[in-house]
C-alpha cells in the first residue's frame, strides 16, 4: 500500500510538471499595446514618437483656422459639419461654442479677437455669399449681394469689403459695420478679383488685383475715410503681400519673369521701394516674426511646367514643403526642422506664431488639419 501510495504521488508530480511545462510553452503571448493619439480633446500623439517635432493640434479637417494672441486660443469650423470651435494651444481644451451646421462653408474670416466672423459660402464658380457670425453662429447677419471680398480692420470693428453694383457695373472698394450697415466708399478700383488688406499700426487701407501668371499687379493704397488711392507698387505678376506687424514693410511673392514658372520673394516699404529676397515661395507659405524683423516660411516643391501661383492655387498639385526663417536685415537663412525630422508630407499654408514666437501654428492641406512646429 505504501509503494502504491510513492507510485502515485510520483506520477502526480510528473504530472504536474508536464502540465507547468506545457502551460509554459504554448501559452499565448499578452497582447502588447502600442501607442496611439490620444482622444481628439488633445490631438496630439505620446512622446511626438510619430509625429516627431510636427504636431497635430485636433484631429479633423477644419476650415478657418485662426489664432488669437493674447488669449492664447485657437478657433476653427470643422468641415464635416460647419460647427464653430475653440481650443487651447495644444488642443487640450476643445470646446464647441456653436450647434449651428454651416453646411457648405468654404472660408471663415475671423476678427482680431475672434469675437465674430465673416463666413463664406460658395455658390458655384466666383460667387460668394458672406454672412457676419456673432455669438457663435447663434446671431447671422447676411452680407449685401455684391460683396465679393472681406477684410476686417485692425480693430475689429469695421470691415472693408469690394463690392460690385450689378447695375452700374462700378466696382469700389467700401467699409461699414461689420454687419454691412454705414457703409462709406473710400475708392474705385477697374479689377474683379481684389485681395484687401489693413495696413497694421495704420489708418491705410492696402488692395490689389489678387496675382495671376499673366497679370501684373498694382498694390494701391487709401485712407480709411477715402481719399485719392496712391498705387504704390506694380508691374510685377503672380504678385501677393503680406505686411508687417509694424505696419512699415511687406514680403511680396511674384514671378522672376512674367509668364515663367519660377517664383521669388522681396520686400517693400510702405512708398514701394523693392529690396530682393530671392526665396522661391509664394505668401500663403509665409509668415513675419512678432519684431517685423524675421520671416519664418516653407520652400514648396513645385512640379515641372506648373504655372505659378494658378495651378497651385486652384489645388491641382499638392507640395511637398520644408521649414525655414530668414534674417530680413542680415539674409541668414535657418532651417527650423532638419529634413530626416520631418516624419510626413505637409503643404502648409495659414501660417501663425504662436504668441512667445516657440512654435509655427499652420494648416496641412494634405490632410486640413492644424498642425504645430515646435522650435
Not at 232 to 253: C, H, L, M, Q
Not at 319 to 344: A, H
Amino acid at each position: 500500500m505504501k509503494k502504491l501510495f510513492i507510485i502515485s504521488s510520483s506520477l502526480l508530480v510528473l504530472f504536474s510538471i508536464f502540465l507547468l511545462a506545457y502551460n509554459i510553452a504554448f501559452r499565448k503571448s499578452p497582447e502588447i499595446k502600442t501607442n496611439s493619439i490620444v482622444s481628439e480633446g488633445n490631438g496630439k500623439e505620446p512622446n511626438g514618437s510619430i509625429y516627431g517635432k510636427i504636431k497635430p493640434v485636433v484631429n479633423e479637417s477644419v476650415i478657418g483656422f485662426f489664432l488669437d494672441k493674447k488669449n492664447e486660443e485657437i478657433f476653427f469650423y470643422s468641415s464635416s459639419d460647419g460647427k464653430a470651435w475653440r481650443t487651447d494651444l495644444d488642443g487640450g481644451r476643445k470646446n464647441n461654442f456653436s450647434s449651428e451646421e454651416s453646411i457648405g462653408l468654404v472660408d471663415a474670416l475671423w476678427s482680431p479677437g475672434g469675437e465674430k466672423a465673416i463666413a463664406v459660402f460658395s455658390q458655384g464658380g466666383w460667387h460668394k455669399n458672406f454672412f457676419l457670425h456673432e455669438d457663435g453662429g447663434k446671431k447671422i447677419t447676411k452680407l449685401s449681394d455684391g460683396t465679393d471680398t472681406v477684410a476686417w480692420d485692425n480693430l475689429g470693428t469695421k470691415i472693408i469689403y469690394k463690392y460690385f453694383d450689378e447695375n452700374t457695373k462700378a466696382q469700389s472698394i467700401n467699409i461699414a459695420n461689420p454687419d454691412g450697415s454705414d457703409w462709406k466708399k473710400i475708392a474705385d478700383t477697374r479689377f474683379a478679383d481684389v485681395a484687401i488688406a489693413p495696413i497694421p499700426k495704420t489708418s491705410l487701407v492696402s488692395f490689389w488685383n489678387k496675382g495671376k501668371a499673366q497679370e501684373p499687379t498694382e498694390l494701391s493704397v487709401v485712407g480709411m475715410n477715402g481719399g485719392e488711392a496712391k498705387i504704390i507698387f506694380s508691374g510685377k505678376t503672380g504678385v501677393d503681400y503680406e505686411w508687417s506687424p509694424n505696419g512699415e514693410r511687406a514680403i511680396v511673392s511674384h514671378l522672376k519673369d512674367q509668364g515663367s514658372g519660377g517664383m521669388t520673394t522681396g520686400i517693400i516699404d510702405i512708398n514701394g521701394s523693392y529690396v530682393e529676397l530671392g526665396i522661391p515661395t509664394i505668401v500663403s507659405k509665409m509668415e513675419w516674426s512678432l519684431d517685423s524683423k524675421h520671416v519664418y516660411y516653407v520652400l514648396p516643391s513645385i512640379p515641372d511646367g506648373a504655372v505659378m501661383p494658378d495651378d497651385y492655387d486652384l489645388g491641382k498639385f499638392k507640395s511637398t514643403d520644408t521649414f525655414w526663417k530668414i534674417n530680413t536685415q542680415s539674409g541668414e537663412k535657418t532651417r527650423l526642422i532638419d529634413l530626416e525630422e520631418i516624419k510626413g508630407a505637409y503643404d502648409a499654408g495659414s501660417l501663425t506664431l504662436s504668441p512667445s514666437e516657440d512654435a509655427l501654428y499652420f494648416v496641412n492641406k494634405v490632410d486640413g488639419k492644424i498642425y504645430t512646429l515646435d522650435f
